[in-house]
C-alpha cells in the first residue's frame, strides 16, 4: 500500500538495551513526525522534521531519544539505554508541507514497545 | 493542566443513538482543530478537521468548533457498532507545519 509503514510492529527489549524504530512515510512527504502514545493516553509530540532536518524536536522527553532522516525519507527513533517508562507505541505521521493552508497528517500502525 | 482536556469515558451507546464528544482547551493560539478515529492497535485516523469557529459536516459527522468558549464538538448520528472506536480530539497552532495537541482520547462503544 502507500501509506506510512513502520517496522517493527512490536519490539520486546530488556531495560538498559538500545533501540531502533523505523518509518517509512508517504511518498512525497517533505515532513515527518514522531509521536509517544501510551495506554489510555492521547498521542505526544516528539519530533518533527521538515526534510532532512528537526525542525521541532521539543517533545523529545531527554537526550537517550534521538531521531534521524539523513535523506529527507526514512526515519529512525533511536532509544538508548531503555527505560520501563519508556515502553509505549511509537507513531510516525507523514504529511506534506504546502504553504498556506492545512496538511493533513497521515499516521502509521505504530511500534508497541516494550521494555522488560 | 494539560492543554488540551477529553472525558476519557467510555462511554456506550445503543446503535442508532446520536453522540456527542467534546473537548476544551487553554490555548488560544490554536487555529486548527482536528478530530481522529483510532481502532485498536491502528494509527490514528483523520475525520474531519475545521479552521477556526464554525461547523462543518460530513455525513453522519459534525464537528464544531467555539473559541470564544475554547470549546469543541463531535456529534455522530445514527451510530454504529462500526463506529466503536477512540475519538480524539487534537488540535494545532498553524495548518502547514508543527505539531498536533492531542486530548486523551474517548472510548466509545456503539452497542447493537
Known amino acids: 500500500g502507500a501509506g506510512v509503514s513502520q517496522t517493527p510492529s512490536n519490539k520486546v527489549t530488556e531495560k538498559g538495551k538500545y533501540v531502533e524504530l523505523r518509518c517509512d512515510p508517504i511518498?512525497?512527504?517533505?515532513?515527518l513526525y514522531w509521536y509517544r502514545q501510551s495506554l489510555g493516553q492521547g498521542p505526544e509530540f516528539l519530533i518533527y522534521?521538515?526534510?532532512?532536518?528537526?525542525?521541532?524536536d521539543s517533545g523529545l522527553p531527554n537526550d537517550r531519544f534521538f531521531a534521524v532522516r539523513p535523506e529527507g525519507s526514512v526515519s529512525t527513533l533511536k532509544i538508548q539505554r531503555t527505560e520501563r517508562g519508556d515502553s509505549a507505541v511509537y507513531l510516525c505521521?507523514?504529511?506534506?508541507?504546502?504553504?498556506?493552508?492545512?496538511?493533513?497528517?497521515?499516521f502509521g500502525p505504530g511500534t508497541r514497545l516494550t521494555v522488560l | 493542566q494539560k492543554e488540551v482536556e477529553q472525558d476519557p469515558g467510555p462511554l456506550s451507546v445503543p446503535e442508532g443513538a446520536i453522540v456527542s464528544l467534546n473537548c476544551t482547551y487553554s490555548?488560544?493560539?490554536?487555529?486548527?482543530f482536528m478530530w481522529y478515529r483510532q481502532y485498536s492497535r491502528k494509527g490514528p485516523e483523520l475525520l474531519m478537521y475545521?479552521?477556526?469557529?464554525g461547523n462543518k459536516e460530513d455525513g453522519r459527522f459534525t464537528a464544531q468548533v467555539d473559541k470564544s468558549s475554547k470549546y469543541i464538538s463531535l456529534f455522530i448520528r445514527d451510530s454504529q457498532p462500526s463506529d466503536s472506536a477512540t475519538y480524539l480530539c487534537?488540535?494545532?497552532?498553524?495548518?502547514?507545519?508543527?505539531?498536533?495537541?492531542f486530548g486523551q482520547g474517548t472510548t466509545l462503544q456503539v452497542k447493537p
Open positions: 505521521a507523514s504529511s506534506l508541507l504546502l504553504a498556506g493552508g492545512y496538511n493533513e497528517q497521515f
Open positions: 511518498s512525497g512527504h517533505t515532513a
Open positions: 522534521f521538515q526534510g532532512t532536518g528537526a525542525a521541532d
Open positions: 490555548n488560544s493560539a490554536f487555529q486548527y
Open positions: 475545521t479552521y477556526s469557529s
Open positions: 487534537a488540535m494545532m497552532i498553524s495548518g502547514n507545519t508543527g505539531k498536533l495537541i
